[in-house]
């Protein structure tokens, strides 16, 4: 049965698609969907999109802010939500929280505590 083995590498073929026939029907099929709804989940999109950078963005202050892990935990915030958004920010920006610099942002926690407290109304700055 040795002699039955085909081997077709060799024949030749229009391209890696074979004659595109299965291509073709899908860049058809495509172009009709995305006429329809795109312009549906563009909006979509951008809202989550926004909301996505809000949210990392104001992680990622407050991780600095705060002194990390642990200290976003003092705060008040369970491990599994710290866990959770580590992971969100590694999957969006490929890096750690701890490691990541956003340009035009720095952020200082001693001045920003510091702040924080000259900033009281005067009646509660004796308390």
Sequence with gaps: MVGLVVD???DPS?????????????D????????VTVPV???????????VTADLVGFW???HSLGGFEGLER??????????KVKKFRLVTGYHPDE???TG?????EKLWDSLVDDRPESDAGK
């Design 28 to 35: 058809a099929y495509s172009r009709r969907v995305n006429q």
């Design 100 to 102: 990541f610099k956003f």
């Design 105 to 109: 942002i720095t952020v200082e926690p």
């Design 41 to 51: 989940i563009e909006p979509l999109a951008g809202v989550w999109a926004r909301k």
């Design 75 to 84: 705060y008040g915030m369970h491990k599994s939500t710290i866990w959770r």
């Design 14 to 26: 229009e391209s890696v698609e074979g004659k595109g026939i299965a291509r073709s029907a899908w």
């Design 8 to 10: 077709f590498r060799s």
């Design 61 to 63: 202050v407050m991780w």
